[in-house]
């Protein structure tokens, strides 16, 4: 393993860390906001652009919450609202993150990774 690879993993382990202490608590009795979080963790190394597709466990994490947010409109905000405040301040690499539901087969429901708050569309 690249000794790049490991710090850049390392270095997003604990921003995503620092992030998960500032998060507000869950808008609905279903989502989790820190366990979702920590669940996407698996996909860091893939939404920061230091691998080209998705790890088995990242697409496996991003189903269990795929699963949630196609639950209902309220708990499909929610995550959205926790994804979007945990993982906008991290360097993220959106055209990576915009492949994410394809290459991990997605529904439409699950939240995007992108630079503005698409939570309310």
Known sequence: MEMGYCWGRMLASVVVLAVIATVPAPASGVI????????MDQCMPFL??????????CCSAAQELDK???G??????????????SFHPLPLNYEYAKKLPN??????YFPPFT???????
């Open 48 to 57: 920061v652009g230091n691998t080209e597709k998705p790890s088995n466990e």
């Open 68 to 70: 949630v947010a196609a």
């Open 32 to 39: 989790e906001c820190l366990k979702s979080v920590a669940k």
């Open 103 to 108: 290459l991990c087969q997605l529904s439409p």
């Open 72 to 85: 209902s409109s309220k708990d499909r905000k929610a995550l959205c609202e926790c994804l979007y405040q």
């Open 115 to 121: 630079p503005n708050d698409q939570c309310n569309k």
